[in-house]
């Protein structure tokens, strides 16, 4: 579904990634690991062309994207959730939810949405600023299901929540997986990773430099805390 081959970003004369390599096959959940600056929201934010100088490729269902602007990739059917979620303060959760556009059919639909997160049904007339950080994450990533899009970016969802929150998370992605839902997911968390992912991409320095089958986690744990340093 996405491949992404020799991509380079860069931040004004800061050159972030230096050719990152890997795919996402359709229906499968895919984390990129790393350490902090390693240049893992950086490849999110490129896929979805916001960052201000791109080179390489960036393919989507066979489709190139790396020319396209942010709002023609976001009717390709890719949808990112960011690390800082982007929920409108003044707005309601309903409100909230309605907002982005449908883009393609196969999205789903408000009933659904509050059955896989029925914390949002309960506060549906809650303004943003009076969410929790968990009620904030999961309404960010109950937003981007209604649009129909595909390909969800996760970046960081589980940062800063607590662990009752994170699990519901967890079932949630595995939930829209079974939909038939496609996941790129950016965590520190590898142990939370290793819970909803199939495979694991590790990112250093903006490269990839390994990739590990989820099967193959606990074989390669030592490997792993080295890469993350933890």
Not at 3 to 23: K, P, R, T
Not at 80 to 88: A, D, K, S
């Amino acid at each position: 579904m996405l491949e992404i081959q020799g991509l380079n970003a860069w931040y004004g004369e800061s050159h972030v990634l230096h050719g990152i390599d890997f795919e996402v096959r359709e229906g499968e959940v895919v984390t990129l690991l790393g350490r902090n600056g390693a240049g893992k929201t950086t490849t999110m934010k490129a896929i979805m062309g916001l960052v201000p100088r791109r080179a390489g490729n960036i393919r989507f269902r066979g489709a190139e994207t790396i020319g396209l602007r942010p709002d023609l990739i976001a009717r390709r059917g890719i949808a990112l959730c960011p690390e800082e979620r982007g929920i409108f303060a003044t707005l309601n959760v309903t409100e909230n939810l309605l907002l982005p556009p449908v883009i393609a059919p196969g999205g789903l639909d408000t009933e659904t949405i509050y059955t896989l997160f029925p914390n949002l049904k309960e506060r549906a007339a809650s303004q943003g600023t009076k969410l929790s950080g968990g009620e904030q994450q999961m309404l960010a990533i109950a937003r981007i299901l209604r649009t129909g899009a595909r390909l969800l970016l996760l970046d960081e969802p589980t940062e800063g929540l607590a662990p009752v929150i994170v699990q519901q998370i967890g079932r949630t992605i595995r939930e829209i997986k079974k939909r038939g839902f496609t996941v790129l997911l950016v965590e520190q968390n590898f142990r939370f990773a290793a819970t909803v992912a199939d495979r694991h991409y590790v990112v250093e320095h903006g490269r990839v430099i390994d990739m590990i089958p989820n099967a193959l986690l606990e074989a390669n744990m030592a490997k792993l805390h080295d890469y993350l340093g933890v």
